[in-house]
Structure formats: structure tokens, C-alpha cells
């Protein structure tokens, strides 16, 4: 069974220097129905003004992705990091049992869009920790290239949690096949462009949420750049 979530369904949140789009209940926007999907809790679809960004706030037992999809996030938190997160990069912060940090547009000038994903993960009060990896162009067009699972395989970053998170780009007309276990469902997130799935087209924002299926074909409309999750 496939269900989709289309992109115009999604909670939206506006202050002066954010706009964000949410897939599943968070913040002020609550859907008893949309409580996220097997461990995976939230995607946020964040847009920073130049300048802006989230001033320093804790988390607790959460496993937290960044990805960013156009511009520069600044990062810092309570263990020392300091770092860049550019466009195809994917990091990994485990709250654990306390962490904070501040997430700024690193431009003056140009806005800087983002997934921030919540995965909930398998063990609670662990040591927190931090991970970040660069996917180029190349390992992701036309091809499901592996960016996060439980135990770093393809040089993904580790999630405390039994996932695997996939990034693709696709044309016009490229196709994915993807073969699903029968004890396993997937969630696909369409970030850009838009795509078919099977027979139904997701276009960007959208997703869909997929239990008891074999395989579903993935099929580019135009360029789009899609997130694939194998969850348990």
C-alpha cells in the first residue's frame, strides 16, 4: 500500500528569518495522524534568510540529519564542533543524553535550504556524538547512494537506529527499481523537481509512505532530487 503526503498538506511555520515545511506534527503544527512513520519522526523543510538562524537549544535522545540542499549552514554545539555544511552534505548529531547547538545561514546574502530529519533511536541515554560526510554529483545520479545506517556502511554516516537512509538525483526519464523486505516499509521524500512513483506523480515536498510492497519503480520527471528511507 502506497499513501502519499502531498507537499501542500505539510504544517508550515513563518517568523521573519525562517520558513519551514513539515511532514509530520512538530512545533506548533499537530496532525494526530502524521505522528511520523515506523522510527522516522520528523522532516523539516527549513528556509534561513540570510543571516538567521536557530540560536542555542538542547536536544535529548534523538538522532538528528542534516542535509542541505541549496546554500551554507553554520554549525556549532556544546562538544566543540564548528563546522560548514554545504550542499550534498550529510550530518549526523546523536543528542543522546544532552547536547546544544545553533544551526545560522553562514551567508550574508543568500538564503540557505535545508532538511533537518528526527530519527528516534534504539538506545536512550548514550553519549552524544557528531559525524559529517560530503556525497558528490556523481555518487548520487541516477543511483540510490546509501548517506546514513546503523552501522556505517559505504562510508554513511552511523545512526543509533536500524535505517538506511538513500539520496538520489534523477533526469527525465531515469529509473530506480527498489526491491522492499517484507518486514521492512520506506518512506520516499521528493526534495526537488518531482518524480512518478510506480504510477503516481509526487512532486517536490511530497512523499508517500509505502507498507507491503515488493518493489516500487521511481521514475524522474525532471531533475529531481529524491530521499529514499528503508525503515524497520
Excluded at 541515554?125 to 558528490?136: A, K, L, N, T
Amino acid at each position: 500500500m502506497i499513501t502519499l503526503r502531498r507537499a501542500k498538506e505539510r504544517g508550515r511555520s513563518q517568523i521573519d528569518w525562517l520558513d519551514s515545511y513539515h511532514t509530520f506534527s512538530f512545533s506548533d503544527y499537530y496532525d494526530p495522524e502524521q505522528m511520523g512513520f515506523s522510527e522516522l519522526r520528523v522532516i523539516n523543510d527549513d528556509r534561513v534568510v540570510p543571516g538567521g538562524g536557530f540560536p542555542t537549544h538542547s536536544h535529548q535522545d534523538m538522532e538528528i540529519i542534516t542535509y542541505v540542499l541549496s546554500g551554507e549552514l553554520e554549525h556549532k554545539d556544546s562538544m566543540g564542533n564548528t563546522s560548514i555544511i554545504f550542499p550534498g552534505d550529510a550530518q549526523r548529531m546523536s543528542a543522546g543524553k544532552g547536547i546544544t547547538h545553533s544551526e545560522f545561514n553562514a551567508s550574508k546574502e543568500h538564503p540557505v535550504r535545508f532538511l533537518q530529519i528526527w530519527i528516534q533511536p534504539n538506545e536512550l541515554g548514550i553519549d552524544p556524538s557528531y559525524e559529517q560526510i560530503h556525497v558528490s554529483i556523481e555518487e548520487k545520479r541516477g543511483a540510490l547512494k546509501l548517506i546514513a545506517s546503523v552501522d556505517g556502511e559505504d562510508g554513511s554516516i552511523v545512526v543509533h537506529q536500524d535505517i538506511k537512509l538513500y539520496v538520489s538525483v534523477l533526469k527525465e526519464a531515469q529509473q530506480i527499481d527498489y526491491a522492499i523486505s517484507p518486514i521492512r516499509k520506506v518512506y520516499l521524500h521528493v526534495a526537488t523537481g518531482s518524480i512518478m512513483l510506480n504510477d503516481t506523480n509526487i512532486g517536490e515536498g511530497g512523499g508517500a509512505k509505502v507498507v507491503d510492497e515488493k518493489q516500487i519503480t521511481i521514475s524522474g520527471l525532471d531533475r529531481a532530487e529524491i530521499l529514499l528511507f528503508d525503515l524497520p
